[in-house]
């Protein structure tokens, strides 16, 4: 999440994971189109955050994937 802007306008950058959003409140996201859904379903302490790990470990296994693909098959 890269931010929340709340119904007052007010904009608050890179929140924390004790961050509640609030009804009205405009989640700013970047990621692939499967891993919001995710968040919402994320616990809160220890397995929380071996889930997020575990997230950021597929990613990157998927980044290296594309950089290794467009290595070797550049476009064009």
């Known amino acids: 999440m890269l931010g929340i802007t709340h119904p ?3 904009y ?3 929140p924390r994971g004790r961050t509640v959003a609030q009804v009205g409140d405009m989640l700013v996201l970047y990621g692939r189109s499967s891993e919001p859904a995710g968040l919402g379903r994320r616990r809160v302490g220890g397995e929380g955050e071996a889930e997020r ?3 950021v ?3 990157q296994r998927v980044e290296t994937e594309q ?3 467009e290595f070797t098959n550049p476009p064009g």
């Open 57 to 59: 470990e597929i990613e």
């Open 8 to 10: 007052d306008g007010c």
């Open 67 to 69: 950089a290794r693909d």
């Open 53 to 55: 790990r575990l997230a």
């Open 12 to 14: 608050e950058g890179a």
